[in-house]
């Protein structure tokens, strides 16, 4: 079984900073896409910042310059820089990989469980 595991989360202060972790474990063969989404108290969950294992990125436009997304390949690992925090990115955070199990085989989106950042004074 795939697992995948956020941790890194916690209370800091507006203009504070927090590092986000999440590791893919299993019997993975590869790993395309890893991302970060979150989810704020009755809003949809939305896209943070994504990468693919080429190292191409996406982020949200409410994060661009203030959040920096990365991976370790070998590690099957991403992390989530967040720098100058907001009361607004107050969400629970969840990872997602895109993974496939073996060669040919179909490829799937795994989701941790979620991590609660809360930036508040």
């Known amino acids: 079984q795939v697992q995948v595991v956020e941790s890194g989360g916690g209370l800091v202060q507006p203009g504070g900073s927090l590092r986000l972790s999440c590791a893919a474990s299993?019997?993975?063969?590869?790993?395309?896409?890893m991302g970060w989404y979150r989810q704020a108290p009755g809003k949809q969950r939305e896209l943070v910042a994504a990468?693919?294992?080429?190292?191409?990125?996406n982020y949200a436009d409410s994060v661009k310059g203030r959040f920096t997304i990365s991976r370790d390949n070998a590690k099957n690992t991403v992390y989530l820089q967040m720098n100058s925090l907001k009361p607004e990115d107050t969400a629970v955070y969840y990872c997602n990989a895109e993974i496939t199990l073996s060669y040919g085989s179909s490829w799937d989106d795994y989701w941790g469980q979620g991590t609660q950042v809360t930036v508040s004074s």
């Open positions: 299993g019997s993975i063969f590869s790993i395309y896409g």
């Open positions: 990468i693919t294992s080429g190292g191409s990125t």
